[in-house]
């Protein structure tokens, strides 16, 4: 569970915060879902270096506060505080409501690929969500 809790009008904030950060590092994180590849590497990354401690804490909260503004962004999600169950379940205060009224946890999920590796792709992750606004459709010839 966090140690600080998190709001989830909040998590823009977090995100845009993180991506302002690490835009020296030249990671074009641009809110698409190709840019959560990029994610997957990071966390690739910070696995290999294994140093754990409140440094790396702090980067993957804003890895997934990013793949949650993804979902929103790209998939229709809404940022919601998750009620006792819920954060019991996820180990977070916060996560995304689907347009399908399903609950997930980017944040979780970033923690998870950190301790599985690739079998947690974060870019599989979207691709393989279900319950996420699709594209309208082109207009018929």
């Given at each position: 569970m966090p140690e600080v809790e998190h709001r989830p009008a909040d998590m823009p904030r977090h995100a845009a915060a993180f991506v302002a950060r690490v835009a020296s590092a030249r990671l074009p994180l641009d809110y698409s879902v190709a840019s959560l590849r990029v994610v997957d590497r990071v966390v690739d990354g910070l696995r290999q270096a294994g140093s754990p401690g409140p440094r790396l804490d702090a980067v993957l909260?804003?890895?997934?506060?990013?793949?949650?503004?993804?979902?929103?962004?790209?998939?229709?999600?809404?940022?919601?505080?998750?009620?006792?169950?819920?954060?019991?379940?996820?180990?977070?205060?916060?996560?995304?409501r689907m347009p399908d009224g399903r609950v997930r946890s980017p944040l979780g999920k970033v923690a998870n690929r950190y301790t599985a590796g690739a079998a947690e792709s974060l870019q599989?992750?979207?691709?393989?969500?279900p319950g996420r606004r699709r594209r309208a459709c082109a207009a018929a010839l």
């Open positions: 909260f804003g890895l997934g506060a990013y793949v949650g503004e993804v979902l929103v962004r790209r998939a229709g999600a809404e940022w919601i505080a998750f009620d006792a169950s819920q954060r019991d379940y996820f180990g977070q205060d916060v996560g995304v599989t992750f979207y691709l393989t969500l």
